[in-house]
T-cell receptor, first 114, second 110 residues
């Protein structure tokens, strides 16, 4: 299995739908992240979990709701999204006992909001 | 907020050419990472540089960290079509969470 797995790879949803993105890491890391990647913008950090505790929430709208039930799994629950939320959502993990912050990314979930 | 500026934004070259991409900031970083992202995939870590002035080589790729640990460069020798992708630099400062630049999109034509 690959180190970080994201599902689904592609998702199309209407603005009134509720859906969830899933991420699973098999690397034994203790920190997990959600990033948003839009065209012509830097990767935007959304949420960080360290040892299953949320340590950073980068002023993300409440229509995005993260969940980290254990150190291997991370979810992003989506509700009443807007078309501008269409983007590639990347999950990553790291071992935060070091200070180099090296990230291991999944392949991403391409979200389209109609 | 620690901003990272990458240049050029786009680069289209022929196979066999050399190129250099730059990552600059006014902030000092404890470490800096370079990632490559291919279409439809997530970024993959290429290298981490930690010491000011450090040079690391990965086959045809040479990475350098500036003496003041504010900037970095990536030089590719004899580029190949397989080098095509988005090159991202990311700086790590006071926290362990990297801040990313916008990336340099490289296309190498056969």
């Amino acid at each position: 299995e690959t180190g970080v797995t994201q599902t689904p790879r592609h998702l199309v949803m209407g603005m009134t739908n509720k859906k969830s993105l899933k991420c699973e890491q098999h690397l034994g890391h203790n920190a997990m992240y959600w990033y948003k990647q839009s065209a012509k913008k830097p990767l935007e950090l959304m949420f960080v979990y360290s040892l299953e505790e949320r340590v950073e929430n980068n002023s993300v709208p409440s229509r995005f709701s993260p969940e980290c039930p254990n150190s291997s799994h991370l979810f992003l629950h989506l509700h009443t999204l807007q078309p501008e939320d269409s983007a590639l959502y990347l999950c990553a993990s790291s071992q935060d006992s070091g200070n180099t912050g090296e990230l291991f990314f999944g392949e991403g979930s391409r979200l389209t909001v109609l | 907020t620690q901003l990272l500026e990458q240049s050029p934004q786009f680069l289209s070259i022929q196979e066999g050419e050399n190129l250099t991409v730059y990552c600059n900031s006014s902030s000092v970083f404890s470490s800096l990472q370079w990632y490559r992202q291919e279409p439809g995939e997530g970024p993959v870590l290429l290298v981490t540089v930690v010491t000011g002035g450090e040079v690391k080589k990965l086959k045809r790729l040479t990475f350098q960290f500036g003496d003041a640990r504010k900037d970095s460069s990536l030089h590719i020798t004899a580029a190949q079509p397989g080098d095509t992708g988005l090159y991202l630099c990311a700086g790590v400062g006071g926290s362990y969470i990297p801040t990313f630049g916008r990336g340099t999109s490289l296309i190498v034509h056969p």
